[in-house]
């Protein structure tokens, strides 16, 4: 039997038929109705079903707008925020929760469409955004969009479809603006023209023309305005333009749909497509907040490895200070709660098996249990870092952790440890060729002349000057080092995301010059502070100048806390502590930046919510609203406000627009009829899985309840994701799989991307890739919430593994067994 979502959840097919959601499409309205003994009548339950019909179409709306979302941002030169977009839209699909909601009601109306919309969705991020390739993700778009709609047509009729294809046309028009704000205006401009051509293309086209020739009329020529104006560079004409576009399709809708509920819930659903698209463009041109935390998180990496230089140098006091002081940071940072929520294993990995062992280790004098610690504050905070970053945002924080342990082989050279310099040169070279992070694929992708720069010219350079002892040939590969990394930086990133890993590596800096205080070098940790601040005075790839302009009084401290250091380090003084306070104002400095450039697009993006509630005010189905559900129209209204103010404050909007998007959605089911039957949750957690209801899917021998207490790692599974996607553990190591969040998951090895000598291993104890795949679509293996999945690597190497049901979202992982 296949196995549906619905079939899993629910257990029983006699709940599928009382809803009667296969194969009913009623459009109208309805009369109301009761037994005698006071339930509802058939009729009523047929009402509530079409009700609840009509706002599930009404979400798919949202959705295909979403997936336009991901590709105009792809459109405008932001392939990773649309790769993004899509990514966060296949989560909230699959998490979707409620009786009716966007996910089961698709895959219960047309299987098959259900499963082409799952393929586009996840390719228009995995085979086109990641990869840069437009074009494959407007084709996907196109794939995904038509689904959907075809969708709509079986599950609510052709004239409530059609009605809902005119706003989805319009919705999408309105992604001009975001691409014209952010100063895209080409992508702008074939945003309109693909609008215009898929008007012109569907069954809505002569629809409306012929219900209502003045709404026609004002439709179209509004969709080319918008298209002329972003030929023009004309921002304000594409604003309006798209404004009348938007306002022409929802009177449109009206006119074509059989009833006022459906055109109305579709109306809601345009407002949602606009929060999202406040939050696509609050998210161009600048790294999120999350990217700040990363960058901060880089420092601690720095700080674990200065320790272990002062305990090589036989001052084990001051090296447990530097980690006591890092643990203390840490404790009160604003990136220890993202790195908990980012990946609970890095994040104890980090802590416990880095921090607090390397502080353990240097108080017992172990040197091997020093290096084993520092290599878990490395592989934690890499796996953190991965975890919180998207794009090249990793790649470029390594970028900052290589000029920070360059400037610590530069300075030990300096102190006569020209073997140690040697190591450390030497073990960033394996670090590169291993590609943490993803930092040597990014850089030869990037410009390739730059990478040979790098490895071959400099980096080799370097470790045979160390070699060799040539103090000349040491300062000039040095320098090249830095000069080709900043280089990197500037090409791979904005101003904002080089501003933060240029700020790390200050940070890093000036951690060096208090060590070397410590040492009995002042007077170099005095040269090294100075040259901090010249570095920062020519600009530091716009850093400089970024800091400034985003805040004075913060770039004023930023400069002054980096001049007491120096004046510390030459009259005597407190070197760490000023070291300390500089790294405080370097942080600060990074989230600043980060927020004032995810910012650049702030106000513009609080603008289009704001007109998102004007309109709101104003139309058709305010009254609607209002008047079918009261709590949830106040609770409509006041998430929107909540959003605006998010967006002025440039904080928490990702969390702000999912609470907007869910309120705007249980609006749709009001507006349609079904105000009970609307999501009560958040819309990203519960679908089912813990109601108690049963389910026909089994584990297998090796999926247990919870999670065993001598497992060595543990990998949460998330709704669409393996955290971390790569687990780097030693031959022998127990793993467990989770289930974190999302629908049931599989964890099945691809037979032929494990070891060769290896035993085949999957969840449900499969002795082969092909049978797992069929056990899971009889019902086998599966991962539900509150089990795990356990297995112990026997054998060396790379086993990549997938889970079959998020298969197409890139729900993959790869378990590096050394």
């Excluded at 450390?424 to 410009?447: K, P, V």
Aim: charged letters at 25%; aromatic letters at 8%; a negative charge.
């Amino acid at each position: 039997m296949r196995q549906t979502r619905r079939t899993w959840l629910k257990g029983s097919g006699a709940a599928i038929a009382s809803l009667a959601l296969a194969g009913c499409s009623g459009n109208g309205d309805g009369d109301d109705g009761s037994t005698d003994d006071g339930g509802p009548s058939s009729d009523e339950q047929s009402v509530t079903v079409e009700s609840a019909e009509r706002a599930v179409a009404a979400e798919w709306n949202a959705m295909r707008a979403r997936l336009w979302d991901a590709l105009t941002a792809g459109e405008a030169g932001e392939a990773g925020t649309g790769a993004a977009i899509a990514g966060d839209t296949f989560e909230r699909f699959e998490t979707a929760s409620g009786e009716y909601n966007a996910h089961e009601v698709l895959e219960e109306t047309d299987h098959d469409r259900y499963e082409a919309f799952e393929e586009a969705l996840g390719e228009l991020r995995t085979e086109g955004l990641d990869r840069g390739d437009v074009g494959r993700a407007r084709e996907e778009t196109v794939i995904g969009s038509d689904e959907l709609g075809q969708a709509q047509t079986a599950l609510v009729g052709e004239e409530t479809a059609q009605a809902l294809d005119l706003q989805s046309i319009g919705t999408s028009t309105a992604d001009a603006v975001v691409a014209a704000e952010a100063g895209a205006f080409d992508a702008a401009e074939t945003v309109a023209t693909d609008a215009l051509e898929r008007f012109e293309e569907a069954a809505v086209h002569d629809a409306i023309k012929e219900a209502d020739g003045e709404i026609y009329e004002r439709f179209e020529s509004a969709l080319k305005a918008v298209a002329a104006a972003a030929g023009e560079e004309d921002l304000e004409g594409v604003r309006s333009s798209a404004t009348d576009t938007l306002a022409a399709a929802n009177e449109g809708a009206y006119a074509l749909a059989p009833s006022e509920s459906a055109a109305g819930a579709g109306q809601i659903a345009t407002y949602q497509a606009r929060g999202w698209d406040a939050a696509a463009l609050s998210g161009l041109g600048g790294p999120s907040t999350a990217f700040a935390h990363a960058a901060a998180l880089t420092g601690y990496r720095a700080r674990a490895h200065d320790a272990v230089w002062l305990f090589e140098r036989g001052h084990g006091d001051a090296a447990g200070r530097v980690v006591e002081n890092a643990f203390a940071h840490f404790e009160g940072a604003r990136a220890h709660e993202a790195l908990e929520e980012a990946s609970e294993d890095a994040y104890h990995r980090f802590e416990e098996d880095g921090l607090d062992a390397l502080a353990t280790a240097i108080e017992n004098d172990d040197p091997e249990g020093v290096e084993s610690a520092v290599t878990a504050v490395d592989e934690g905070l890499v796996t953190g870092i991965e975890a919180l970053g998207t794009g090249v945002e990793p790649a470029l924080l390594e970028a900052s952790f290589f000029r920070a342990r360059l400037g610590d082989a530069v300075e030990r050279y300096r102190l006569g440890e020209s073997e140690v310099a040697a190591e450390i040169a030497s073990g960033l070279f394996e670090t590169f060729e291993a590609n943490e992070a993803d930092f040597h694929e990014t850089l030869e992708e990037t410009d390739h002349d730059l990478y040979e720069t790098f490895e071959d010219e400099h980096l080799n350079g370097l470790i045979d000057a160390f070699e060799n002892g040539d103090d000349a040939a040491v300062a000039d590969h040095a320098d090249g080092l830095a000069a080709t990394l900043l280089e990197f930086e500037t090409t791979a990133g904005t101003t904002a995301q080089v501003s933060a890993v240029e700020s790390a590596a200050m940070a890093a800096r000036a951690f060096d010059a208090a060590a070397l205080d410590v040492l009995g070098a002042a007077d170099r940790a005095e040269t090294v502070l100075q040259e901090i601040f010249e570095d920062f005075e020519r600009g530091a790839g716009g850093f400089h100048e970024a800091l400034e302009e985003a805040d004075h009084d913060r770039y004023e401290s930023f400069e002054g806390a980096l001049g007491d250091a120096r004046n510390a380090a030459a009259d005597g003084g407190d070197v760490s502590a000023a070291a300390r306070a500089f790294n405080e104002q370097a942080i600060e400095a990074t989230y600043t930046v980060a927020a004032d450039a995810g910012g650049s697009f702030g106000d513009a993006a609080a603008s289009l919510a704001s007109d998102a509630l004007a309109s709101f005010e104003g139309a058709r189905t305010h009254e609607l609203l209002e008047e079918a559900d009261h709590d949830i129209y106040e609770g409509f209204e006041a998430a929107l406000e909540d959003y605006i103010g998010a967006l002025e404050d440039g904080s928490d909007v990702e969390a702000a627009a999912e609470t907007f998007a869910t309120a705007a959605l249980r609006a749709q089911f009001a507006v349609a009829g079904a105000p009970d039957a609307a999501p009560s949750g958040d819309g990203t957690g519960d679908s089912g899985e813990g109601s108690g209801s049963e389910t026909d899917l089994e584990g297998g021998p090796n999926v247990v309840a919870g999670v065993p207490d001598d497992a060595d790692h543990v990998v949460d599974m998330q709704a669409v994701a393996f955290e971390p996607e790569t687990l780097t553990v030693a031959q022998g190591d127990t793993v467990a799989w989770k289930h974190a969040a999302g629908e049931p998951h599989s964890v099945t090895a691809y037979e032929d991307r494990i070891p060769d000598d290896a035993d085949y291993w999957a969840s449900g104890g499969f002795d082969g890739e092909d049978a797992a795949r069929e056990g899971w679509e009889n019902g086998k293996g599966a991962v539900q919430s509150g089990e795990s999945y356990v297995h112990t690597f026997e054998t060396t190497g790379e086993h990549e593994y997938v889970c079959i049901p998020h298969e197409k979202a890139g729900m993959v992982g790869t378990v590096v067994v050394e």
